[in-house]
């Protein structure tokens, strides 16, 4: 049975790929009539004919006849590809809007855009959000994680809708909340995604141990990844991976043996990685899991090395079960590195750019819907809750039993793979990065030292006030 067509449209979506359709199909699914337009029409035409068939979805053959069809004040969400194409299609819009309509930016835009653009449009009187959203098309369509940020009178126009077609925790609340204001919800869903990047490297390396050390197979891996899903490592991304494991090519054999070691990316870990470089913190789980997929894109130099480059030929000799036990919890244990370090540079960030970010309810947004989505994403709720200014999250109660828990099997597993040759760039980075954390004193007085030598750039000295700098003439006469 058609539905019949609304003469007025509640929201404009322009771009129709397939994260722009889903979008729209799940705005329809929550009551809401949207106007739906694509630069190349002929793709308007398609979906209006094929997915939204029967739905209340206005397909719009131009801009003007998109606009004509909103309500006031206007609302219009870009699912664009992010950077030139969203700043055409905002210069595109100005003619088309007054002041206190609403632009949205739904797409992965670096968030330094999002600021300037947002201040763009408060300048033309117009009201503009970015937001992050996560769960890729089967999230956009069923429920994503929605993180918006921008000009914060703009909430309360899309508020409704966005919590409407956003995820649902157990209970029932939405995975949507306001962030920030302007850059805000981009710069969270950026470190999400860096979070992911994290994850995926680090569940990569324990696949890789399984594999390359103890010549596991794909059955046996399904089982194990499908235990540590019930466990405190429940998350997606464990939950796809056991999937991943079981799933056959058509010859029967197992399909993920059949795919290419050469990761791709798209830029948002890339752009934590520089973030943090930028505020000087050291996010260096996700860094080396960026630099961990530009070494796998050297696929062709890899291949030339290999029998060049020397190294371990020797398998694990151990208990299997025991290292299997000891990769689950170092997995564990980098996981909340990931997550500790991800935390740390949104605080430094929100100092940076003054923004009043709620760490506690940015756990909240990520409980479902989401890539990262996990068991404990309440427990740093809770860590947060219990100290709003936690410096770190491996500090809270919590999380350090969990790593004190963890940490003998940890080391044991970098210490194997080393000893196997096997690279574990993201486990291994952790463990140093919570080694140097914990240290009350690091060699950095000897670097200081040096730069003082050849440079004169001073240094202070431990038995001084801080901020008192002091130079030392080093060569002697």
């Known amino acids: 049975m058609t539905m019949e067509r609304e003469t007025q449209a509640d929201i404009a979506v322009i771009g129709l790929a397939v994260m722009g359709q889903n979008l729209i199909l799940n705005m329809n699914d929550h009551g809401y009539t949207v106007a739906a337009y694509n630069r190349t029409v002929s793709r308007v035409d398609q979906f209006m004919a094929g997915p939204a068939r029967g739905s209340r979805v206005i397909g719009a053959h131009s801009l003007e006849a998109m606009v004509a069809r909103l309500k006031r004040p206007r609302r219009v969400m870009l699912m664009v590809k992010a950077g030139k194409p969203v700043d055409d299609f905002i210069a595109l819009l100005l003619s088309h809007l007054v002041p206190g309509d609403v632009i949205i930016d739904g797409g992965n835009s670096q968030f330094t855009d999002t600021i300037r653009r947002t201040k763009w449009m408060e ?5 503009y959000i970015g937001t992050g959203i996560s769960g890729g098309e089967e999230g956009a369509r069923r429920g994503p994680s929605i993180m918006p940020g921008g000009n914060p009178k703009a909430w309360p126009l899309v508020k409704g809708l966005f919590q409407a077609i956003a995820a649902k925790t157990p209970d029932g609340s939405p995975c949507c909340e306001w962030v920030g204001a302007d850059g805000a919800g ?13 994850d995926m490297q680090i569940i990569a390396e324990a696949y890789h141990v399984m594999r390359e050390g103890l010549a596991l197979t794909h059955a046996e891996m399904h089982r194990i990844f499908g235990r540590w899903n019930a466990g405190d490592l429940q998350s997606y991304l464990i939950e796809i991976t056991r999937d991943i494991m079981a799933f056959p090519d058509t010859d029967g054999q197992p399909l993920l043996e059949k795919i290419l070691d050469s990761a791709g990316q798209k830029g948002t870990g890339k752009w934590t990685g520089i973030n943090s470089l930028d505020l000087g913190i050291p996010v260096t789980l996700i860094s080396e899991a960026v630099y961990a997929r530009c070494l796998s894109a050297l696929r062709d130099e890899r291949l030339a090395a290999s029998p060049a480059l020397s190294g371990p030929r020797t398998k694990y000799k151990g208990n299997a079960k025991t290292l299997v036990t000891d990769l689950r919890n170092a997995l564990l244990a980098a996981k909340l590195v990931s997550y500790a370090q991800g935390f740390m540079l949104m605080r430094e960030a929100a100092r940076e750019y003054r923004w009043n970010l709620d760490f506690g309810k940015i756990a909240l947004l990520w409980r479902a819907g989401c890539i990262i989505r996990s068991s ?4 740093i709720t809770d860590a947060f809750t219990r100290s709003p200014g936690l410096p770190n999250l491996l500090l809270d109660d919590y999380f350090n039993r969990i790593i004190q828990k963890c940490q003998g099997s940890w080391r044991r597993v970098v210490i194997e793979a080393v000893r196997l040759g096997i690279p574990l760039p993201a486990i291994s980075a952790a463990l140093a990065f919570y080694d140097g954390y914990r240290s009350a004193r690091l060699p950095a007085n000897l670097i200081q030292a040096q730069r003082d030598y050849f440079g004169a750039h001073t240094y202070e000295r431990v038995d001084r006030p801080r ?11």
Do not use: S
């Open 186 to 198: 981009h710069y969270v869903k950026m470190i999400h995604n860096g979070i992911e990047y994290g």
């Open 123 to 127: 300048d033309k009187g117009l009201l």
């Open 376 to 379: 404990f994403l309440e427990r």
């Open 467 to 477: 901020g008192e700098f002091l130079h030392t003439q080093w060569m002697v006469e």
